[in-house]
């Protein structure tokens, strides 16, 4: 910087340009701060959150600190967007969109001119989102979800049950099996409590509970030469809670298999309720072509099925043993085989959101897979949108499936199982990804 001097004579011929510090007697800052997630932070590309804390840092002066970031490691503190954060500013969650590694560095001023720096190395593994990986040499079948805390049960045909908890979703680090049962059992739910899990198979080998260790607890020989064709819990909020429905083929007896549990699965009954619409032209339900099965609060119950391509909503009327069940004035479908958004060409199953949408896993003439996503208050139920393509559904789409559990970061995902080993894909969407 050139001396005043030289440009106005009017000026002090002695100028210096003095450095702003500290005042004087005044300390600077301790730095310290801690990264809350567990390293290293796994996320999906449609962003990480990595949560910081920098509460630690102290004034020995008491004054009060501010608190600047830079996220990137670039040099540049609070850069937008690169440094943007939500939270405080001594304790901010920054979004990692890509996986990087290296070091996050706060500045922590006083209002007295006192500063200091620290830094810690991150790492931040941004999963490609579209798939949890599973096992890449087994066939995987089927598919459930603790409704409590979002553990995922995936029913393989050799009869394992692998177990993977959100932390693991990532990689299969500390996935394993969690139970063994037999290679013919293709259906699996989880109980609302999440302390066991229900698997459906053929008539031969009945149905099978399991504790939370993955100790069987039950066995119940099914009786009917029918094959099971989905099986669903209820949620537990309605006067059924905690009771299973489980849907059979049987030439003899359409219908739908209502077995009530008591508590500690010590015990069941059944009865067979038969599924009636009485709108014009959509007739009664046969249950030898049902695909899906979804149980919600209420004692509601959603059926899809492929003589009539139609879709409805059902309720039993009162609890076991002197229950019935009965059209709950809400359906999809024309009645017809289509590719319309009206309706379904090849349904392969079905799920509810927490907002009480209908997700219906459909396979088009084409083969191409969609989610058709309806709003169930009316009759019929409304189109809302659809979703998924060969992009992101690759391979036999095979089963889909909500949750009544809502992740804190992400909401309330769907998830989607496709293909055939090799390899096996589990889809998740999240709800920004839903038209």
């Known amino acids: 910087m050139s001396n005043l001097a030289d440009t106005d004579p009017l000026a002090a011929p002695f100028r210096f340009d003095l450095p702003v510090t500290s005042i004087p007697g005044n300390h600077n800052p301790i730095c310290d701060f801690e990264v809350v997630n567990p390293l290293p932070v796994n996320g999906w590309d449609v ?13 020995p002066d008491g004054d009060p600190l501010s608190f600047a970031w830079d996220f990137d490691n670039d040099g540049v503190f609070g850069e937008s967007p690169d440094d943007d954060y939500t939270g405080a500013q001594d304790n901010p969650t920054h979004t990692y969109f890509q996986n990087y590694a290296g070091q996050v560095c706060i500045r922590v001023k006083d209002p007295n001119g006192g500063q200091a720096e620290c830094c810690q190395s991150i790492q931040v593994v941004a999963h490609q989102s579209k798939n949890i990986p599973l096992r890449p040499d087994v066939d995987a079948r089927d598919l459930g979800i603790n409704p409590t805390n979002g553990t995922l049960y995936i029913l393989y045909s050799d009869g394992q049950v692998w177990r993977y908890f959100p932390s693991q979703w990532y990689t299969q680090t500390g996935a394993s099996s969690f139970y063994t049962t037999l290679t013919q059992y293709d259906r699996i ?17 009945g149905t099978r509970h399991f504790d939370p260790s993955g100790k069987l607890i039950g066995l119940w020989n099914i009786g009917y030469a029918s094959i099971i064709r989905d099986v669903s819990f209820f949620p537990g909020t309605g006067s059924n809670g905690g009771d299973s429905c ?27 309720l038969f599924l009636y619409v009485p709108y014009t032209g959509i007739g009664k339900f046969y249950s030898d072509w049902v695909t899906g099965i979804e149980c919600l609060t209420n004692d509601a119950v959603w059926v899809v099925e492929t003589t009539d391509f139609y879709a409805a909503r059902f309720r039993l009327t009162e609890t076991y043993p002197y229950g019935d069940i009965v059209y709950d004035d809400s359906y999809i479908g024309t009645g017809a085989q289509t590719d319309a958004n009206d309706g379904f060409n090849n349904p392969l199953d079905l799920t509810i959101d927490t907002n009480d ?18 709003d169930s208050s009316g009759a019929p139920a409304g189109f809302l949108f659809a979703f998924g393509n060969t992009s992101n559904i690759s391979g036999m789409p095979l089963r ?33 990804e839903m038209p």
């Open 189 to 205: 739910d989880v109980h609302p409590d999440g302390s066991s899990a229900l698997c459906g198979g053929s008539p031969t080998y």
């Open 357 to 374: 949408r209908v997700f219906i896993l459909d396979k088009l003439s084409d083969n191409t897979p969609r989610i058709k996503v309806y």
């Open 400 to 432: 889909i499936e909500g949750s009544d559990w809502v992740d804190p970061v992400y909401g309330n995902m769907i998830f989607v199982l496709h293909g055939s080993a090799p390899p096996n894909k589990l889809s998740i969407f999240f709800p920004s």
């Open 246 to 272: 489980f849907i059979f083929k049987d030439t003899g007896n359409n219908g739908i298999f209502y077995h009530y549990f008591d508590p500690d699965f010590s015990s069941f009954s059944q009865h067979v």
């Open 47 to 59: 962003g990480t959150p990595a949560e910081f804390d920098a509460s630690g840092s102290t004034d």
